[in-house]
């Protein structure tokens, strides 16, 4: 029963922040690569930022570089993503998921990697 549950999704406005939480339990948590993805209205799912299982190794998608920061706390099982500067087209259901797998940042940030997700939370940014 291993499960991911993401929260702290909501309205903001441009410019605004917010800070995601993904919450882990039912397995090894400090042995996965945890990504954050997202998708928009009528737009594939895309990878946002991902760890390497001991926090040591971050990677960003070029579009939230500067913007948004990753980290994990493996004490709490818990990954976050802190997103400032935000724009309307940060706009999508936000999902994070779990890869146990070696870290390769050219890898995780492709949604097939994954083996396991949570439901998501959605993140709307005004205009």
């Known amino acids: 029963q291993l499960q991911l549950v993401e929260s702290g999704g909501g309205l903001v406005q441009p410019g605004g922040s917010l800070r995601l939480s993904c919450a882990a339990s039912?397995?090894?948590?400090?042995?996965?690569?945890i990504g954050w993805f997202r998708q928009a209205p009528g737009k594939e799912r895309e990878g946002v930022s991902c760890?390497?299982?001991?926090?040591?190794?971050?990677a960003y998608a070029d579009s939230v570089k500067g913007r948004f920061t990753i980290s994990r706390d493996n004490a709490k099982n818990t990954v976050y993503l802190q997103m400032n500067s935000l724009k309307p087209e940060d706009t999508a259901v936000y999902y994070c998921?779990?890869?146990?797998?070696?870290?390769?940042?050219?890898?995780?940030?492709?949604?097939?990697?994954?083996?396991?997700w949570g439901e998501g939370t959605q993140v709307t940014v005004s205009s």
């Open positions: 998921a779990a890869d146990h797998v070696a870290w390769d940042p050219s890898l995780c940030v492709l949604s097939v990697e994954y083996d396991y």
């Open positions: 760890i390497s299982s001991s926090g040591g190794a971050l």
């Open positions: 039912g397995f090894t948590f400090d042995y996965y690569v």
